[in-house]
């Protein structure tokens, strides 16, 4: 299968340029770049020289849709909301990796983006990408919103708690870390060396995007009103994810049936490990790979459930499960390309 990246030079495509050099199925044929056209994509990244040697092109949406069978996107929020309804009415598969199509409220999208949202339309054709949650409505579609990375990771460790309704709806407390590479690679005074070494902080508390986005899907898991107070932190580390998540358990349970419970849930999800009693996921030991690690600890003494969730959030959370995704459409093994080992330490 021939595919192309849109936007080109941002962290999210050099991920799936990785990948898919690698994939049994799928080749790179085109890759998108407005502002680097005709720039090698090697000069851009010389750890990618003599793996991909091609050059960056300029969007020609109908020249591409005769070229490529399949389109990620992987640029900034505002952007695929243009482009990508062009090319699924020429026949072409998109998976957005950005939060233009996560929302089916134009309203809503409006409130927490800033900007005009894509076409209802194509608002309610996209499928939500939670790999393991919407396996089968992905199987059939042609438009991919991929989820963020601070949701995967929150979304896969509270989905099985909240359906199962072992815990109350408007309890839920989601502690986000995240590396500085979720802030991309455009410079930005808050993630210079000096301001970001030896340095965390707390940003956008009760405005950041992906909060609509996580309410979303538990609120339609739930099939009841479900709201978050979610803090986000970035952290001196390149890349990572974790989340804390506490919540009130409405029943008592043991430490050994929740865990059961998960790893009965997840049992046909190769991408999601759940850890033994006592052992406690950390961001390295997902580095680079698009698994996600979850520990759950029941807290009989404040009567809640602890989940801490780990990812690499520009595997797992972008690249990685974009990929994933390709192959739930295309019938292919689910681990084809992604079979990596994370890197560690």
């Known amino acids: ?7 080109g030079t941002g962290y ?7 990948f898919l050099q690698g994939h049994p199925y799928a080749e790179l044929t085109t890759i998108i770049s407005h502002s680097q056209d005709g720039v090698s994509f090697s000069e851009v990244y010389p750890h990618m020289a003599e793996i991909i040697d091609q050059s960056m092109e300029s969007l020609d949406v109908e020249a591409l849709s005769k070229k490529v069978n399949l389109v990620f996107f992987a640029t900034p929020s505002n952007v695929s909301k243009d482009i990508a309804p062009a090319l699924v009415e020429q026949g072409v598969t998109c998976i957005d990796l950005s939060g233009d199509f996560r929302l089916d409220s134009p309203l809503l999208y409006q409130t927490w983006y800033g900007a005009p949202a894509a076409e209802q339309d194509y608002l309610d054709q996209a499928v939500y990408g939670l790999s393991e949650i919407y396996r089968q409505e992905i199987k059939e579609a042609k438009l991919i919103a991929n989820p963020g990375c601070y949701p995967t990771a929150t979304l896969l460790g509270l989905i099985p708690a909240i359906q ?23 410079l930005s005074l808050p993630v210079h060396f000096s301001e970001m070494n030896d340095n965390t902080k707390a940003y956008k508390l009760g405005v950041h995007k992906h909060i609509p986005e996580m309410e979303r899907f538990l609120t339609k898991e739930a099939k009841d009103s479900v709201q978050v107070n979610f ?4 952290v001196p580390m ?9 919540a009130d358990l409405q029943e008592e349970i043991t430490q050994s049936e929740i865990e059961a419970f998960y790893q009965a849930f997840y049992q046909n999800a190769p991408f999601v490990r759940i850890r033994k ?4 996921p950390s961001t390295k030991e ?4 698009n698994y996600c690690d979850i520990a759950l600890h029941v807290d009989k003494r404040t009567g809640k ?9 520009l595997v797992k959370g972008a690249a990685g499960q974009a990929i994933q995704n390709m192959n739930i459409m295309n019938d292919w093994d689910e681990m084809a390309g992604l079979n990596v080992a994370p890197i560690y330490p």
């Not at 999210?12 to 990785?18: D, N, S, T």
């Not at 803090?231 to 970035?234: A, D, K």
């Not at 009693?277 to 406690?280: A, E, L, N, Q, R």
């Not at 459930?305 to 959030?313: A, E, G, K, Y």
């Open 305 to 313: 459930l602890i989940i801490v969730s780990v990812i690499d959030n």
């Open 238 to 246: 390149t890349r990572g994810i974790m989340t804390t998540i506490y």
């Open 231 to 234: 803090t986000p932190h970035i």
């Open 1 to 7: 299968m021939k595919v192309a990246i849109i936007g």
């Open 277 to 280: 009693s006592g052992s406690i």
């Open 164 to 186: 199962e309704k072992f815990i109350t709806h408007q309890s839920i407390i989601v502690d986000g870390k995240t590396g500085v590479s979720g802030a991309g690679r455009g």
């Open 12 to 18: 999210g495509a050099v991920e799936l340029a990785r």
């Open 286 to 289: 997902v580095y680079g790979s």
